[in-house]
């Protein structure tokens, strides 16, 4: 179980951590100090895209080379002279650059290695698509073995495909044949390699290519007959692969103590903190430099506690040893532990269940596996055993019901006989899909978010600042003759003015507070830094089936085909009321449900679907531990309720054995059985599945003639529609067992539909509603056929009643086609299509005329997984616009998913995307802000979890971030002013010969900063989501203007403070006869005027709506602001002497309407203040001035907006439009004669050019026949 992965923090933070992720709940350790990731410089914006493989430059090598994650890969040798040097700095800096080292290793290994050939290399720099950094060493391995290779080089990769890009089809058969060759998963012998470990993944030195290439198990390039000449590896042949392989375990290594605390104080948050203390211990600040302390240690306790605790619990989640019997030889078998088991090992799996420990594929007998723990889906699958193909690849993907994954628990074995339930282990340790779902957790993709990286830039301007004022210091204290140590003391003191130790801390209070809301709201997050950017969130993608909708399907009715008229019938709402025959058989055998223990398991389609025809299932009434001991297949039989007009004796003696399964598919959207009905001599098949692919797969004779135009009516209402279909088989036994499911599912009779509804969740609507008020765009991506997915977009008002939907679909040409497939358009319910194919061709059906639409009315796009797939592989432009315009993106497997969640970040949304877990967490882990409502272990995939099954969520988590967000940026603004007040304070006194006493200090950041901050965020989330979300820039217009402002007005009324107090009769020049002797006229000013400043920031940056509730609504903030306010007035009217004397303030002489006048000011300055921030900073420049159009040109624009404005109100942009029939056939038989007629065109064409010189663009438009292709569509466009 993965659950506990929820609160872990997987290891040491790197140095791009941002400040508010000091207190994350997710933390990195780095076990190798060698690793290292970049800095704020080296992280960009956006990930960079790897390279074109036909470009690739010669003098970079890389790993992964066109995966995910590809990596560039240097080589480095020690340099004798370059460590000499290099330590000889390090020791004169005091190991000041050994500390910058620990957190740039990288920096180390340039300092003290020169470049070098790979082959060469003692050490690799590697750099991910992130410009993330790493530094790994290089080890030699002895007396091991090598796996082939040569299918997985790079350069060899490039050639080939550069070589045979330029070919005929036909050639591709060789080149696919060469690669059968290469890749045959054997292994030979080595004495001794160099490899290197990065990210618990290992990449091995080939010397033919002269790169280093990763390791991988026998899941790539390796025929799927491979595994059936699998009989075992030899004690010897196992130990060399263990060595290569390592032992197969999930290691999360448990730091020491000692190990954690040294991490921990070495973060530059606790070496700024440890620089701060001891330089406030050297200038007598003994009582705030205690207090730092101990705030420091406590906080340093907690960390060590979470982080060790954390740690135990991902090794103990993740880690599992098991026994396991492998077989070694053809009938030898061994029972070894399970972290021995290396790829090439065959396992024998127990008829009572266990966890699997590795990936295996399944080669004899069924299973019953539970995959909720990476699928999200609590269903169990069955898995059956590998086909026997000599002439394909295995894919883990598209293999996956033949694939026993990692993780996983295997409820039951089937197998036949005196034969076992065998596999072949292709993937051990980080290698499996277990250890590549910890691999994310442990290093996951770098949170793009700008807000934190400006953070470090405006630390960075703190730092500038800092500088101004050590050098100012420095200056006038070098003019009055102090002590050399003096001004170091006085001038470091003014860096942790300006750079407020506890800033850190926070700003993280936000993202506490929300995070514990939003457990309130049963919503519950693993990646505290998401939270903030979930209050940027612009786009929603929806799922369908689970989340807009009612998980469970309820069966409807059934409407066989009528075989005189071969038209679709009257529905049948009861099929217990059919009389036996195939349609009726189809029902009752082609799911996979199977029953363990007492209850029925399976899909709940499937159990819906067999309940609504009340027959009964039966397995062998044996112990579940030795239940498919022997050849037994199910069976199923009418139940005694069944009422069949050939009686009660026929349906006792009518059963039916279901003998083969052939899985679900989302690729291939259907399944199938094999079954024989008692007494019968020969085999039926049925299937069921998305009734357009079924229809493909039947014989067009049995095709009803009104198949459309039925499918149309109840997809278009929101129903989930299947095909059914048979087919008699002629076949033995044994080749009814071995025979491939291609072979098997074609040329089969059309049965009828299968009506089942799916009804939308009662909060669907209204969560739709909310989001478009708040100007959120919703987006529904399914699985699911388009015209279901349409219905459910109108119905919750996805889609509005008065919107136009544009239908975007391609037509392929076959396989010996050259040219892209075409695309055409048409708006949805277009009464268009019903026109004659030969007016199409004759007339100008193609509309290439800009159609306008109403203002008011909102042009939606909707495509289907297939027209993606053309849209990203042809015509790339138009599908930006397709991103950014369309609403219903149907049939779209897992990872099309993944992939427009990433389209449409790369268009500058910042995307949410909410899925049950089941084929969604490729797009939950891609998306800003994933949102789960599966309880299962799936959700470790999404930094939310949602334990309410709907998407009311969305609002809350939305709300929750703006909030934070919001608070964020206000702390960040108060602690920036805050800091620069008191620098400015200082400042101030130190031309004076004068300070801030220790008490002061004490006063001010004890007192009140630090009070306020950690109830700053108290406030909760507003109740309604603005149209407009909050700034989420720290160097924009507004924020900007705000601090400076701010900054303006402390300035003036500080000087104000000053400058009456000169002109007073009672003052005091101070003239100090220590340099402990702060207590002066000078100072009282300055701290009663700067001291209620800190209040009046806090109020004024605590902002209410439209993203927060009123500042008042925050009980215990404003009682803080009261009670502070009243004890504030107090010491500066009326202090009493020991209290005076504790803070240093110099009170004698100074009359009582100066006191008074100190307060007037301080009212004033929140007066001027709050109607700067409130007026002229949220009204006049976020509300008024950011409405100007040069303004929003000077602040540009995301590329959606661009192409929002290009493409609204008008089709233009669309490729020319084509009016076709909606049924397949027709639109096969279209695309035929368009194709026709476009041959003829090009023939006349040819002539008319020749004898006329006329071009044969002008001869083409001339005829009115064209569809789009990326050439024509650029030529349209110039």
Known sequence: MLSTILDLLPFHRHATETCDEKYSLLRRTTPDSEKSFGSIGDTPSKQRKPSDPTTKDDETNYVNYQEEDQMEVYGYQLSHFLRIVTWFIIIITLGMLRLLFHWKPHWMLICTHRRCRLKEARKVMLIDSFNQIYVETIKTMHSAVLPNFSSNLQKSKIESIKSYSQSS????????????????????????????????IRYIWDEESQQFVKLSGLDKNVDCSFFYHQHGLSPEEQSKRLRLFGPNAIVVEVQSILQVFFNEVLEPFYVFQIYSILLWCFDNYYYYASCILLMSALSLGSSLIQIRRNQRQLRDTVQGVDAVTVCRGSDETEEIESSDLVPGDVIILPPYGCIMQCDAVLISGNAIVNESVLTGESVPVTKIPLLYHEDEFYNSKEHGKHTLFCGTKVIQTRYYDSSKVKAVVIRTGFLTSKGELVRSIMFPKPVDFHFNRQIYKFVLCLVVLAGLGFTYSVIINVKRGVSATEIFLKACDLITVVIPPTLPAAMTIGVVYAQSRLRRSKIFCISPRSINISGCLDCICFDKTGTLTED?????????????????????????????????????????????????????????MFQATKWVLEEPLVDDENKYDLLAPTIVKPGMNHNDPYGDEVANDFEIGILRQFPFSSSLQRMSVITRLLGDDHFVLYAKGAPEMISKLC????????????????????????GLATRDLSLSYSKMQRAPREEIEKDMKFLGLLVMSNVLKPETTYIIQTLSTANIRSVMITGDNMLTALSVGRECLMIKPNEKVVLLESIEHDSSAISPPLLTWRFANDDHHSKNLENIIKSSSLDCVKIAIDSEEKLHVAVTGKTFRVLREHYPDLLNKVAVRGTIFARMGPDQKQQLIELLQDLGYYVGMCGDGANDCGALKAAHAGISLSDTEASVASPFTSKTPNISCIPTLISEGRASLVTAFGILKYMACYSLAQFISVIILYTYHSNLSDMEYLYIDLFLISLFFVLFGRTESFSELSKNPPPSSLVGIVPLTSLVLQIIIIIIFQMTSILVLWAQPWYIVHEPVDEDDLACHDNYAIFAVSVFQYISLALVFAKGAPYRKPVYSNKLFISAIVLMTLLTSYIVLIPHPWLANLLELDISGVSMEFRWFCLFLALLNFVVAYLTESFVVDYLIHVKFRSLACVKSFSGQKPYEIIEVETQNNTSWLPPRLSLPSSLSDLQMAATIICEAEDEIDSKRKHSSDANGTSSKESNSESGISLSSPASMASDKA
């Open 169 to 200: 089809p036909s050639d591709w058969s060789s080149f696919e044949k060469k690669k059968k060759l290469d890749g045959d998963g054997a292994f030979r012998d080595a004495d001794c390699f160099l490899y290197f470990d990065n990210k618990r």
């Open 552 to 608: 469970d399907l309820s069966f409807s009715e059934i409407i066989p085909v009528d075989t005189g008229t071969l038209r679709l019938t009257i529905p049948i709402r009861d099929p217990s009321q059919l009389t036996y025959g195939p349609i009726l058989n189809c029902l009752a055998t082609c799911h996979s449900l199977t029953i363990i223990g007492d209850n029925m398991v399976g899909d709940p389609l499937d159990l819906k």
């Open 699 to 722: 014989l067009k004779e049995t095709i009803p003639s009104n198949f459309s135009d039925v499918l149309g009516g109840y997809t278009e209402k929101g129903y989930r529609v299947l």
